[in-house]
């Protein structure tokens, strides 16, 4: 992390301004920009070697120090038509370093009444639940937030319904042929005539899926001769019944 | 009508049992009464307790109130019980804040350009410790986000609200400035909300 390498001593290119300014006890009105800019310029090639990142920050102001040396050395001029008002070129300079500084002393204000309200203590807010009749959950939100998160609720099921109409639901498959095969070879077994109807192995709450399952496993059965099928009328009643020669052979 | 005696002690009991600051409005809508009236009772009781030196005082944040411990009192608290202190905020994070509390709303690009160093990080920290908030957005080009402070910041350093913050330019005056005049920063934002 960059900025803890750097500056435990500054924090930006201002801070160290303003220290190397008020170490020289210069006034800040007064700049001797050429020893300041000196002393900057050796700051940085300190820390260069230790950042490149956080020298960088500090390359702009050394820049706007050079420009400003460059121009004192400058004879000044007066501006045409000015009223011998003579623009300093540090002016803006001293400008944003007082800015600067006023920030400073605020934040320094700031620390101090940071350490006073250490030594004052508040009470946490406490569980206020045993003391109510109905503890009731606070949705801890204003407004204009509520209205979005319903917003977004109420268009997220629109979406859903859309896709829903186009889309059927796909059940998993409860059951296999071959489990059922089992419980209809175990049932027949167990009706005492050895025949029942197709109607009696359905059950009462079997659905579309449970009843093509329980057609296409005596299809199979059939197909495996385990069973004979008859169907006397057409939409009539399917009798199933056990064959015979088959169960004589599991036996 | 209930005496002012009772709402004032009805209050009193309120701010106990509340814990964190109670909205003075809060506490008016309870007795039906006028919000300003309430807020006079807050003040009375506050002013009663720091003339009776008493143990509890009474803090104002942003027109709530609460009870907070006597600050002459820490010693003995931290022989009690050995509270733990909070982390203080680094200097480039106070002096963000500072930035931040004394120009709000400001944008990054301000800050960075007054202390003439980036400052995401710091920002950052200061977003997540609940010190500061995005306050909207600049109509400058970009429309970058405005900072400002929150009531965490004022409970923090122990402000009733922002106005109390002391006059920027009288720290300046410490300082010894001839013309503080030409500190004065002119380029006001207009905000949208």
Same mark, same amino acid.
């Given at each position: 992390?960059?900025?803890?390498?750097?500056?435990?001593?500054?924090?930006?290119?201002?801070?160290?301004?303003?220290?190397?300014?008020?170490?020289?006890?210069?006034?800040?009105?007064?700049?001797?920009?050429?020893?300041?800019?000196?002393?900057?310029?050796?700051?940085?090639?300190?820390?260069?070697?230790?950042?490149?990142?956080?020298?960088?920050?500090?390359?702009?102001?050394?820049?706007?120090?050079?420009?400003?040396?460059?121009?004192?050395?400058?004879?000044?001029?007066?501006?045409?038509?000015?009223?011998?008002?003579?623009?300093?070129?540090?002016?803006?300079?001293?400008?944003?370093?007082?800015?600067?500084?006023?920030?400073?002393?605020?934040?320094?204000?700031?620390?101090?009444?940071?350490?006073?309200?250490?030594?004052?203590?508040?009470?946490?807010?406490?569980?206020?639940?045993?003391?109510?009749?109905?503890?009731?959950?606070?949705?801890?939100?204003?407004?204009?937030?509520?209205?979005?998160?319903?917003?977004?609720?109420?268009?997220?099921?629109?979406?859903?319904?859309?896709?829903?109409?186009?889309?059927?639901?796909?059940?998993?498959?409860?059951?296999?042929?071959?489990?059922?095969?089992?419980?209809?070879?175990?049932?027949?077994?167990?009706?005492?005539?050895?025949?029942?109807?197709?109607?009696?192995?359905?059950?009462?709450?079997?659905?579309?899926?449970?009843?093509?399952?329980?057609?296409?496993?005596?299809?199979?059965?059939?197909?495996?001769?385990?069973?004979?099928?008859?169907?006397?009328?057409?939409?009539?009643?399917?009798?199933?019944?056990?064959?015979?020669?088959?169960?004589?052979?599991?036996? | 009508?209930?005496?002012?005696?009772?709402?004032?002690?009805?209050?009193?009991?309120?701010? &106990?049992?509340?814990?964190?600051?109670?909205?003075?409005?809060?506490?008016?809508?309870?007795?039906?009464?006028?919000?300003?009236?309430?807020?006079?009772?807050?003040?009375?009781?506050?002013?009663?307790?720091?003339?009776?030196?008493?143990?509890?005082?009474?803090?104002?944040?942003?027109?709530?109130?609460? &009870?907070?411990?006597?600050?002459?009192?820490?010693?003995?608290?931290?022989?009690?019980?050995?509270?733990?202190?909070?982390?203080?905020?680094?200097?480039?994070?106070?002096?963000?804040?500072?930035?931040?509390?004394?120009?709000?709303?400001?944008?990054?690009? %301000?800050? %960075?350009?007054?202390?003439?160093?980036?400052?995401?990080?710091?920002?950052?920290?200061?977003?997540?410790?609940?010190?500061?908030?995005?306050?909207?957005?600049?109509?400058?080009?970009?429309?970058?986000?405005?900072?400002?402070?929150?009531?965490?910041?004022?409970?923090?350093?122990?402000?009733?609200?922002?106005?109390?913050?002391?006059?920027?330019?009288?720290?300046?005056?410490?300082?010894?400035?001839?013309?503080?005049?030409?500190?004065?920063?002119?380029?006001?934002?207009?905000?949208?909300?």
């Amino acid at each position: 992390m960059a900025y803890k390498v750097k500056l435990d001593m500054f924090e930006g290119p201002f801070d160290l301004l303003v220290y190397l300014i008020e170490n020289s006890e210069m006034n800040i009105y007064d700049i001797q920009v050429a020893l300041i800019t000196k002393q900057y310029l050796e700051y940085i090639e300190k820390i260069k070697y230790l950042d490149v990142t956080v020298a960088t920050e500090f390359m702009l102001l050394a820049a706007i120090l050079i420009e400003i040396k460059s121009k004192m050395l400058l004879p000044r001029l007066k501006p045409e038509g000015d009223f011998g008002f003579e623009e300093d070129p540090r002016a803006e300079l001293v400008q944003r370093i007082l800015e600067y500084k006023k920030f400073k002393q605020a934040a320094e204000l700031l620390d101090r009444q940071e350490e006073y309200n250490q030594s004052i203590f508040e009470k946490l807010k406490e569980d206020l639940t045993q003391y109510t009749r109905e503890p009731d959950e606070y949705l801890n939100l204003d407004i204009k937030q509520f209205a979005v998160a319903f917003n977004l609720f109420l268009n997220k099921k629109k979406k859903v319904e859309e896709i829903k109409k186009n889309y059927s639901r796909l059940e998993r498959q409860k059951q296999s042929i071959e489990d059922r095969i089992k419980q209809i070879f175990k049932f027949i077994k167990e009706n005492t005539q050895k025949k029942i109807t197709f109607e009696q192995l359905l059950g009462e709450n079997d659905g579309k899926y449970e009843k093509i399952l329980t057609f296409m496993s005596v299809l199979e059965m059939i197909r495996l001769r385990t069973v004979n099928a008859k169907q006397t009328t057409a939409f009539g009643d399917i009798i199933i019944q056990m064959n015979e020669e088959k169960m004589r052979g599991q036996r | 009508m209930t005496s002012k005696k009772t709402i004032k002690s009805a209050f009193e009991s309120m701010m &106990f049992v509340w814990g964190e600051p109670l909205d003075v409005k809060v506490a008016a809508e309870i007795f039906n009464m006028n919000w300003k009236d309430a807020y006079d009772y807050f003040i009375e009781l506050k002013e009663e307790y720091e003339q009776e030196g008493r143990g509890l005082q009474i803090r104002e944040i942003n027109k709530s109130f609460q &009870f907070v411990t006597s600050f002459s009192n820490v010693e003995y608290i931290e022989r009690l019980c050995t509270p733990i202190k909070e982390k203080r905020l680094t200097q480039q994070a106070l002096e963000v804040l500072a930035i931040i509390a004394y120009k709000q709303p400001v944008t990054k690009g %301000e800050i %960075e350009s007054i202390r003439g160093i980036k400052c995401d990080r710091v920002i950052e920290g200061l977003t997540k410790k609940d010190l500061i908030i995005e306050a909207g957005r600049s109509n400058a080009v970009g429309r970058p986000i405005l900072y400002g402070t929150t009531d965490s910041f004022l409970g923090h350093f122990g402000f009733s609200n922002i106005k109390e913050l002391p006059d920027i330019e009288d720290i300046a005056g410490a300082m010894n400035l001839d013309d503080p005049e030409e500190l004065i920063e002119t380029g006001q934002l207009e905000i949208e909300f």
